[in-house]
């Protein structure tokens, strides 16, 4: 009886290696398409929209049966009985806080960003009595975000000052977002240095490029990078254009000479 060899229909390496190597060529693809990362930081985002469009909605229903928008008492959870007269009004929102006060009929929860407590939503009013405006703000995780150019907020250039802080908010209608009036950034002297009004101007600037990291105030750069021990100014949170405008220069004066030195506000040497 003549035999016939049985032919092996199995993998050589060769083949084997290929196929493994189509495979990870294949996943990294589809990693790098989707992305996993982004795909959570812009639903992470969306969330965050989300419940300040929430919160907007339940504020207007709750002024147009008060005459008053919320107390920071009756939304926050750490909401403060007195602030300084120089101090911003603010406290936070999250009706995950055990402290979370209710705020029915108007919503049965409070809305809490994504990533609370690392982020919270911030409310500001401008009266613990009867506000008669508000403004939310949160930060977002994806800083190409066409709305925060929209709003005017790179940079993290919107909050209350002088640190700001914040790249996306809503408002009553009859105000708008606090931004800062100058973005500011580390230059390549390790210096605090106002590059413009706008993240885009900023990036145009010589002493000010894509690779250095761009700030909302000048005080947060200078904190960031250690730069206030000795620092008046820094000290007291106020910019160079904050100071040239106190020692009474025009803004357009401000802005184009800077002409007011370093520690001078209070001791009568303004130039």
Not at 138 to 163: W, Y
Request: net charge neutral; hydrophobic share 30%; aromatic share 10%.
């Amino acid at each position: 009886m003549k035999l016939i060899a049985k032919k092996n229909s199995g993998f050589t390496l060769l083949e084997l290696l290929i196929i493994v190597s189509l495979i990870a060529i294949i996943a990294t693809t589809v990693i790098i398409l989707l992305n996993p990362m982004q795909q959570i930081n812009k639903a992470k985002d969306a969330q965050r929209k989300h419940g300040l469009d929430v919160l907007k909605k339940a504020f207007e229903d709750f002024y147009n049966d008060k005459g008053c928008y919320p107390k920071p008492s009756q939304v926050c959870y750490n909401a403060k009985s007195q602030y300084a007269p120089s101090e911003p009004i603010t406290c936070n929102i999250c009706g995950n806080n055990a402290s979370s006060p209710l705020f029915t009929p108007y919503l049965q929860k409070l809305p809490c960003d994504p990533e609370s407590p690392k982020k919270e939503f911030l409310y500001q009013v401008d009266s613990l009595i009867c506000p008669q405006w508000f403004r939310v703000y949160s930060e977002l995780n994806i800083k190409s975000d066409q709305v925060i150019k929209e709003l005017g907020c790179s940079a993290e250039s919107c909050g209350p000052k002088p640190f700001f802080g914040y790249d996306f908010g809503v408002a009553s209608p009859n105000t708008d977002l606090e931004k800062s009036r100058t973005i500011n950034c580390l230059g390549k002297d390790n210096t605090c240095n106002g590059c413009g009004t706008t993240y885009d101007i900023c990036l145009q600037q010589a002493g000010c490029q894509k690779y250095y990291k761009f700030y909302s105030s000048w005080s947060s750069c200078c904190e960031d990078n250690n730069l206030c021990s000795s620092d008046y100014m820094c000290t007291y949170n106020v910019s160079p254009y904050d100071e040239c405008i106190q020692c009474g220069h025009s803004s357009a004066e401000c802005v184009a000479t800077g002409k007011c030195k370093s520690g001078t506000i209070g001791k009568g040497t303004c130039p």
